[in-house]
């Protein structure tokens, strides 16, 4: 796991971020937009629960928001490098690098700033 997810996380983590002038930081909209809000509530809700679970993640690893077997949203951590899929079965959507060197430079060891 931790190898492979080496490379599997940060290639998906940088093909799914987009700079504003190319639709990158706009929230979701269709059905992701209506299935976040079935299954959390609101988009907020979701970064906030998505968040709080990320900054909990002992050491380094990853937040993630995916879809199980049935299409259905769930949010998950990994530690380390391992990958989403291989370790809970889970497909990604979108993830969140907790890997110290994600912030340590300019936050030290604070992570919920």
């Not at 700079?19 to 979701?46: C, N, Q």
């Not at 906030?48 to 879809?67: E, F, P, R, Y």
Request: aromatic share 10%; hydrophobic share 40%; with cysteine.
């Amino acid at each position: 796991n931790f190898r492979g997810g080496a490379i599997v996380n940060p290639s998906f983590f940088g093909k799914t971020r987009a700079p504003p002038w190319r639709g990158g930081g706009a929230p979701p909209t269709g059905d992701l937009a209506e299935a976040i809000d079935a299954t959390f509530g609101s988009l907020e809700a979701m970064k906030t629960k998505l968040s709080a679970m990320s900054v909990a993640v002992q050491g380094s690893g990853w937040g993630w928001l995916g879809t199980d077997a049935a299409g259905k949203l769930a949010l998950a951590t990994c530690a380390n490098q391992d990958p989403l899929e291989a370790t809970t079965g889970l497909v990604p959507l979108f993830g969140i690098d907790v890997w110290e060197h994600a912030y340590y430079l300019d936050y030290k060891n604070v992570r919920p700033d």
